[in-house]
């Protein structure tokens, strides 16, 4: 469900980014409360077509009787509708609709020591991680690790500055700038898998990080894990989240080679369920908006994990699948925008 929310704040962040803060109203704080790392899906009508994109909240989570901080970091994208609108158009006073936090790229506070590599907007979630944690948990530590073209393209200069002074001894910050040269610091280039294998362990324990969160373009995140998984990390201790796709290519799960030459699927979205054949060629996700205008979907890419359902029988087929981690897609969740049916009947819940 989206709910029109009135916009408090416009803060122009680089040339190309912005943070929009969101009025929450009494009424709706505990919808919007988050956990760190969470996004929301914003909205808008134009020319009566629905544009829907997704974006972290960058704010730190509050608790009640706190009201909570609805902030999002946009970046600027060739062509995007939304961000092209929020950067150029987007006024203080204005209404934005949006959905309630979701997402499971999140950090429970907890006493630990974590660790994060991000690269350009991906700062946006961790920024909330970082902050939450280190403010709520005397015994947490966080060493983040960021990855920008330049100087003045870095996103949340300030906020980030502002940790490293708060939180000394337990905030360590290394930035690399991939073409710029810094006077201190990382030599300029890329963090690829080579490059991070050698700098992690000179930086900290690896072995000894509760968690690490890697967020940003695809590159990056696939290096970042190949550079962990040689340094011994465990699958369950790294958590990822694709803020951008740099080749095209993504994780394809298995399923029947061809796809039936009819299906049909049930649905059981918010306790109702429906069933519905399948056009040709359309995904799981669009036969359902056929019927249901409610069912839950953000960037349609892949990327998002809005659109994520249970799969309660049959076979499909997810042409790519950025969001969902290894343990999820096995225990048997898809991503409905991706998702073909690969057998003649297939039962998804979005309510699991």
């Not at 502002?162 to 000394?168: C, F, H, T």
């Not at 994520?308 to 096995?330: H, I, W």
Request: glycine content about 8%; proline content about 7%.
């Amino acid at each position: 469900m989206f709910h029109p929310l009135r916009v408090r704040e416009v803060e122009r962040l680089t040339d190309d980014s912005v943070a929009v803060t969101l009025d929450v109203p009494p009424e709706l704080q505990e919808t919007f409360r988050h956990t760190p790392g969470q996004h929301i899906a914003l909205r808008r009508v134009v020319a009566g077509e629905e544009i829907r994109r997704t974006y972290s909240i960058c704010a730190p989570a509050t608790e009640a009787p706190l009201e909570p901080v609805l902030r999002v970091g946009i970046r600027l994208v060739d062509g995007g509708d939304f961000s092209t609108y929020a950067l150029k158009e987007l006024n203080v006073g204005d209404t934005v609709e949006a959905m309630a936090p979701t997402g499971r790229f999140i950090l429970e506070p907890r006493p630990g020591r974590f660790a994060a590599i991000v690269g350009g907007s991906g700062i946006t979630p961790v920024l909330s991680m970082a902050a939450t944690v280190l403010a709520r948990e005397p015994d947490s530590s966080f060493c983040l690790v960021r990855s920008d073209r330049t100087a003045a393209s870095t996103m949340f200069l300030e906020e980030v500055a502002d940790l490293k002074d708060r939180y000394p001894d337990r905030f360590q910050l290394v930035t690399a700038l991939s073409r710029e040269e810094q006077q201190a610091g990382l030599p300029s280039g890329r963090l690829d898998e080579e490059r991070l294998t050698e700098l992690l362990p000179a930086l900290l324990p690896v072995a000894e990080v509760d968690g690490w969160f890697l967020c940003g373009p695809f590159g990056l995140v696939q290096g970042a894990e190949r550079a962990l998984r040689a340094l011994g990390v465990g699958r369950n201790r790294i958590h990822e989240e694709i803020f951008h796709v740099d080749d095209g290519t993504g994780t394809v799960t298995s399923g029947a080679a061809t796809a039936p030459t009819s299906s049909t699927l049930t649905a059981t979205l918010d306790g109702r369920s429906g069933k519905w054949p399948v056009q040709d060629g359309e995904s799981l996700l669009e036969t359902v908006l056929r019927s249901r205008a409610d069912a839950p979907y953000a960037c349609k890419g892949g990327v998002c994990g809005t659109c994520r359902a249970f799969l309660v029988s049959g076979e499909v087929r997810m042409d790519r699948n950025y969001a969902l981690e290894p343990e999820e897609t096995e225990a048997g969740y898809v991503l409905a925008c991706q998702s073909h049916p690969a057998t003649p009947e297939v039962e998804l819940n979005f309510d699991r």
